[in-house]
């Protein structure tokens, strides 16, 4: 049973930062693509970013020089450094990731894409930015 666990999140000012972790327990492979993804009260889930097997790594423009994500597979941990946090950051920040797909290349495409394919979810942990 492969399970995700999200911790990091907080309430921080604009301009602030947060590291978010998400370990991984219950499997013995290597996850092909891994993200962090976010849903703010009355909108829909988007992507934040994502990093596949490779290391290859995919920003939504949103949160691009600001935000890095970052895998330890030591500790099976992803990460997600948060700097320069704005109030439109607010939201539940999820993690998530597969080992399998539709091809090998789907990880840093399309974003509906991936947050339709991958399987495995945490509880997420909410990140709240006061101006």
């Known amino acids: 049973q492969v399970q995700l666990v999200e911790s990091g999140g907080g309430s921080v000012q604009s301009g602030g930062s947060l590291r978010l972790s998400c370990a991984a327990f219950g499997y013995t492979y290597s996850f092909y693509c891994m993200g962090w993804f976010r849903q703010a009260p009355g909108k829909e889930r988007e992507g934040v970013a994502v990093?596949?097997?490779?290391?290859?790594?995919s920003y939504v423009d949103s949160v691009k020089g600001r935000f890095t994500i970052s895998q330890d597979n030591a500790k099976n941990t992803l990460y997600l450094q948060m700097n320069s946090l704005k109030p439109e950051d607010t939201a539940m920040y999820y993690c998530a990731a597969d080992w399998g797909g539709p091809n090998s290349e789907y990880c840093l495409g399309s974003w509906e894409i991936v947050v339709a394919t991958l399987r495995y979810w945490g509880q997420g942990t909410q990140v709240t930015v006061s101006s």
């Open positions: 990093i596949d097997s490779d290391g290859s790594t």
